[in-house]
């Protein structure tokens, strides 16, 4: 089943996104980039708001692979006592590394790899990923210019990330720039979730803000009625 993830920024549009019932409330500043990050005062008092009624995830910001950076990162987000830490594997750098560094970590909160769909990853590092006790893995984008997912990535392609991670058991989750047009060509891949941002908000601008009724018509196209 394709969940609803919804990026917001604030409190503001948080607790829109929790009254409009979405599945994840992912918290992001996306003025800072693909996965700018939220401070870790906003996390927490988001998270204590939120009070368990809705799974949280939350970014920790366009951080240089660099194993001890995007440790201390990870551990300072999940300490404000998010469900999700989202961890974005960023071009360059010693993937391994990281992802051996963080394996501390994983035995006590649930973390996200989050690959670029349009910087070519290398989607075999699914197979460390599990090794190394991770609870999921998403495809986004980084450069928000070039289009949505469906646009940098063939459909195959697509199909075949979310098959390896189904093999694998990680939660799995389809992102970057979607549209509501691209739902129906990723619905049959049934990945965990979806995330929007963009077309959540006003005039479709990810920066903006989330708008009631831009939400309401993704989560039409996602949650067809039934007949």
Known sequence: MNKLLASVKNWDEAHIAFEAQVDIIDLKQPDLGALGALDTETL???VKKIDFRCPVSATIGDLPMVADTIFNATHATAKTG??????GFFPEG?????????????SK????AVLFADENPDISIISALKAHGFAGVMLDTMNKQKGSLVQVMPLEAIHAFVTLAKKHHLICGLAGSLRA????ALLPFEANYLGFRGALCADHRRTQNLSLNALNQIKARLRPAKK
């Open 44 to 46: 927490s008092d988001i």
């Open 109 to 112: 909160y649930q973390l996200i």
């Open 94 to 106: 010693n993937w391994l590394g990281v992802i051996e560094k963080l394996q501390k970590l994983t």
């Open 181 to 184: 047009e691209d739902i129906a």
């Open 82 to 87: 998010v469900d999700f830490v989202k961890i």
